[in-house]
């Protein structure tokens, strides 16, 4: 397995210490370093400054929101930041939610399958350096009715870019196997993940004639290692209110794109009634629901025997990429923590 981070840029680190982190993430042997942008800083501008900064570790957007840019202009900025990086640059992509799209940018939310799909197909376009020339049912380039003509960039790109797509609902998950170059997936639970995850993967990569080989299988979660068993209780306990807020909280009133997911590998009734105290505003109510198997099954947090016994687990469900968010209080404590990781990692190497 390959070991990745991402960089929560709207977080409260300084961008001093952001930097500090990715440079000795790097010397870690860190192979993938992901931006997310979310709802605070654009993800592009982190990139670049981290691609004059570090040698030889990839950077990856994770993600930049379709649907508040061109796709035009994201081909743009993948090929800029590609051709920095000399290469190093993968561009992950994906829907966000009806919240940020519409409650913060002020767009429709409206069909993000086919706005997907059609996106990446635009973008790819673009990277191959013809001229753009679309008609599909989100976009039409040129636009009719108006004297423009199907133009090409000015730039071409030196490197082949990869495309990976963030996605959790069974549409979604069909479309990245067929299309994609790799998968940024989350909330995940190798024991369900067959029937909740590779089910819908493995019918998209059939539609495009590709396998499970033609993927990169990127899954993230908190990785935290507790030196006994009272440490161990406490954090699990620490992070429930963490797991309600995802479950409840994120996405729309009608859509949570992440209890869906969580209800698919096991936890249905839970997760319905978290959402709903949450929703309520019983915050603390819908935490105390929250399972400790819940938080185990879906984090790698344990002592570093039980860490190392779940990673194998990951790689044998079918990970291919394991996106390592450390936890600490400090920033060494975060580096020691990932530092660690990346050797247990390391350690189990790739399925016999």
């Known amino acids: 397995m390959r070991t990745a981070t991402t960089i929560e840029a709207s977080g409260g680190d300084s961008w001093r210490e952001q930097i ?6 790097e010397k870690l042997g860190l192979d993938i370093c992901w931006v997310a942008e979310a709802w605070g800083s654009d993800a592009p501008s982190a990139l670049g400054y981290y691609a004059a900064r570090t040698e030889r570790m990839l950077l990856g957007s994770g993600i930049m929101q379709v649907g508040t840019r061109t796709p035009v202009a994201l081909a743009q900025t993948a ?3 590609s051709n920095l990086s000399e290469g190093r640059f993968l561009l992950g992509l994906g829907a966000s939610g009806p919240q940020v799209i519409e409650g913060l ?3 429709p939310f409206a069909r993000p399958l086919s706005r997907i799909r059609e996106t990446v197909e635009i973008v790819r376009q673009a990277f191959a350096g013809g001229k753009i020339s679309y008609t599909g049912r989100e976009f039409q380039i040129p636009r009719p009715g108006g004297d423009a003509v199907p133009m090409r960039l000015s730039m071409r790109a030196h490197h082949e870019i990869p495309i990976y797509l963030a996605t959790l609902s069974p549409g979604m998950l069909r479309l990245t196997g067929e299309i994609a170059d790799g998968w940024l997936g989350t909330s995940f639970v190798p024991e369900g993940a067959a029937g909740a995850y590779f089910a819908y993967l493995d019918e998209g990569l059939a539609r495009g004639g590709r396998t499970r080989a ?9 990785v935290a290692f507790a030196p006994d068993e009272d440490a161990l209780r406490r954090m699990v306990a620490g992070r429930k209110k963490e797991l309600a807020f995802s479950l409840g909280g994120m996405g729309s009133a009608s859509t949570n794109f992440y209890n869906q997911a969580y209800s698919r590998q096991g936890w249905a009734e839970i997760a319905a009634e978290v ?8 915050r603390d109510g819908a935490a105390a ?12 947090i344990g002592t570093e025997e039980m860490v190392r016994k779940r990673l ?3 790689r044998d469900a079918g990970v291919d990429t394991v996106r ?5 209080d400090t920033l060494d404590a975060r580096l020691s923590t990932l530092g660690r990781a990346i050797e247990l990692v390391q350690e189990i190497g790739s399925p016999a």
Do not use: K
Request: charged share 25%; hydrophobic share 40%.
């Open 79 to 81: 090929i800029t930041l």
């Open 214 to 222: 033609d993927l990169d299988v990127c899954q993230g979660a908190e």
């Open 312 to 314: 194998r687990v990951w």
């Open 105 to 107: 940018h002020g767009l």
């Open 324 to 328: 390592l968010y450390p936890s600490g």
């Open 275 to 282: 959402r709903e105290r949450w929703q309520g505003g019983d």
């Open 289 to 300: 629901l929250v399972t400790d198997e819940m938080v185990l099954g879906t984090t790698l």
């Open 20 to 25: 500090d982190f990715v440079l000795e993430a």
